[in-house]
């Protein structure tokens, strides 16, 4: 055939028209796929099989074109047509008008999809992130009749979100977030947006002697989609192997991709020891509550778990938490604590070495009681490798070591990440605050602080932040008030040093005084820490005590208030003295501040 002939004869037959009328169709049934898909939760592989079946038809499109002819007789072979009855002209007319109406329509779904999505990404500046793989696991029912078995079912919540959250293709809330949804929550969507999450699980336990059911159920909370649910009746010894069953069903259900080592961290048992495992759970039942004397009482369940099984990774990295947080409660000093920190984390790792909490409780340490940073940054990125959605190694990293350091930007990077996986965590909302001021954002901060005490005004840490704040904005009247609303609602002397520190500031000297004098008779009946003395005579005009007692603060190891001594914004009038200097190169040496580390 004549080449110039077998072109008149594509255009004749329509088949140029055909190729751009299926080219739009195509486009538009993608745009219209890529729409409707997702709201009725498809899998993603839907969308490419369509796709292909949709480059597949192209050809056959064309072929069809060529051979046949629509006629008002129907559909006939274009070899069966007379010349004179054809009426492909009359047909491409009719092609031309339906595509112009087609590609007007995909043009709107395609200006529809870019304000979408310019939507999204405007909210997505304030919303926590959201994928489909993302999970919380709500508060579990205790549906025993014996409520001293509270413990129990908090534990078994807790082991459950502990599994998932060492997979590190899911994105996995803290417990800290979802206990606040413990009064059997009703708008599963709000909680969902709240958290950042798509799914939810939701359960009950029941506990009578060595028998325990599981009830669990797992939701779509975007579209109310219940995705998979199981009631399990063991006995005591078979909770591992049910908590296990559990994690490694919702990681498959979510699609989740699991390593060698992540599949062996889901399926781990802790312990052989039923009574141990128990001991371990009241334990952590007290630790939760973050109080002095409920830290007191988790050390004792965790040594008693020891004490049944001295194998127990786990209740010895429990065990090196406590004590380490102890003292920023006021539940004792330092020099006394962290020494029991550090000798029970060293125990968990020489047991197991892929212990994430163990590794975290062993970086703290390094952080806040040795004043190893570097040491500290590889102990805390470890911790993280081996439990991707641990929010308390994320936030102890910025915090305890990188804010002390001078690495600001990277410092409210691992915070942000930090409040993704805890977004209702007031001390983490309180820390990005502290992070936005290190990184020279004040009025940020401010509002950030603001926003923590929206959420809880008795939370008396995120009250004297922003008095901090205020004060560098030079709004002491403010920041005054909120000093004293801090120190009203707790009995730690570091609100009550900066009471006294500000009141000097103001010239209110005999106040300064009377609170400096209170202070010193705190320290004769508890530990008390010598930073807030050295506040208030910084306040007063008198260096040299302030750089007395803040040597006095490092030689009792304080790593929480002295850890940030090169940053700490009321200690800024002493940068430059001399007895100042030597102190901050003692805990941060000069060539470690601002210098990037070299991990990461």
């Not at 009038?573 to 990037?596: M, N, Q, T, Y």
Request: aromatic letters at 8%; proline letters at 4%.
């Amino acid at each position: 055939m004549n080449p110039h002939n077998f072109f008149s004869e594509l255009k004749r037959r329509n088949v140029y028209k055909v190729a751009v009328a299926y080219a739009v169709v195509s486009w538009l049934l993608i745009q219209a796929a890529s729409i409707f898909l997702p709201a009725f939760d498809a899998p993603q592989w839907v969308m490419k099989v369509f796709i292909i079946i949709i480059v597949l038809g192209f050809p056959v499109a064309l072929v069809l074109s060529w051979a046949f002819e629509i006629t008002p007789e129907g559909i006939k072979l274009e070899s069966e047509i007379a010349p004179e009855q054809s009426i492909t002209r009359k047909t491409g007319r009719k092609i031309v008008a339906i595509t112009t109406v087609l590609a007007v329509i995909a043009a709107g779904l395609f200006v529809f999809q870019i304000l979408r999505a310019r939507s999204t990404s405007s909210v997505s500046a304030s919303a926590p992130a959201m994928t489909n793989k993302s999970i919380a696991v709500l508060p579990f029912d205790n549906l025993s009749r014996d409520p001293d078995n509270a413990y129990f079912c908090e534990g078994v919540q807790d082991e459950i979100l502990t599994r998932l959250a060492k997979v590190a293709d899911l994105k996995v809330i803290s417990r800290t977030s979802t206990q606040r949804f413990k009064s059997a929550p009703q708008d599963l969507r709000d909680i969902a947006k709240q958290l950042g999450v798509a799914n939810i699980l939701e359960g009950s336990v029941q506990k009578s002697a060595d028998q325990v059911r599981v009830d669990v159920q797992l939701i779509n909370a975007l579209t109310d989609a219940h995705l998979w649910g199981e009631i399990y009746d063991r006995r005591l010894t078979d909770i591992f192997v049910v908590e296990s069953d559990i994690a490694k069903t919702i990681a498959d259900t979510l699609q989740a991709k699991l390593s060698g080592s992540e599949k062996t961290a889901l399926s781990k048992k802790p312990t052989e020891n039923p009574e141990a495992y128990e001991l371990y759970l009241q334990g952590r039942f007290f630790w939760n509550k973050r109080t002095a004397p409920d830290l007191r009482k988790s050390i004792d369940y965790f040594n008693q778990a020891i004490a049944k099984d001295p194998a127990y990774a786990l209740a010895y990295a429990a065990l090196a938490q406590a004590w380490m947080v102890l003292p920023a409660y006021n539940g004792g000093a330092p020099i006394d604590c962290f020494p029991k920190a550090e000798a029970a984390a060293t125990k968990a790792l020489t047991l197991d070495e892929s212990s994430s909490d163990a590794h975290a409780a062993v970086a703290d340490i390094k952080a806040v009681y040795n004043f190893d940073f570097l040491g500290a940054t590889a102990g805390f990125e470890r911790a993280i490798q081996l439990n991707p959605n641990d929010a308390n190694a994320h936030h102890w990293l910025a915090n305890q070591v990188l804010a002390n350091i001078g690495q600001s930007e990277r410092q409210l990077a691992e915070m942000k990440r930090a409040l993704e996986l805890d977004p209702l965590s007031l001390v983490i909302n309180t820390n990005l605050g502290v992070a936005l001021r290190c990184a020279g954002r004040l009025d940020d901060a401010i509002a950030q602080f603001r926003k923590t005490i929206e959420m809880d005004g008795t939370f008396y840490f995120a009250r004297y932040n922003l008095g901090n704040a205020l004060e560098v904005k030079g709004n002491l009247a403010e920041a005054m008030a909120q000093y004293q609303k801090a120190a009203e609602l707790t009995d730690d002397p570091v609100p009550i040093g900066f009471v006294g520190h500000l009141c000097g500031v103001m010239g209110r000297k005999e106040e300064a005084r009377k609170i400096l004098e209170q202070l010193r008779q705190m320290r004769t009946q508890r530990y008390t820490c010598a930073y807030s003395l050295a506040c208030v005579f910084l306040g007063l005009g008198e260096r040299d005590e302030a750089v007395k007692w803040l040597e006095q603060g490092y030689q009792e190891r304080d790593g929480y208030n002295i850890g940030p001594i090169r940053i700490d914004p009321i200690l800024t009038s002493l940068h430059g003295d001399p007895r100042f200097e030597a102190l901050a190169e003692k805990i941060v040496p000069a060539r470690e501040f601002g210098a990037r580390s070299a991990s990461k």
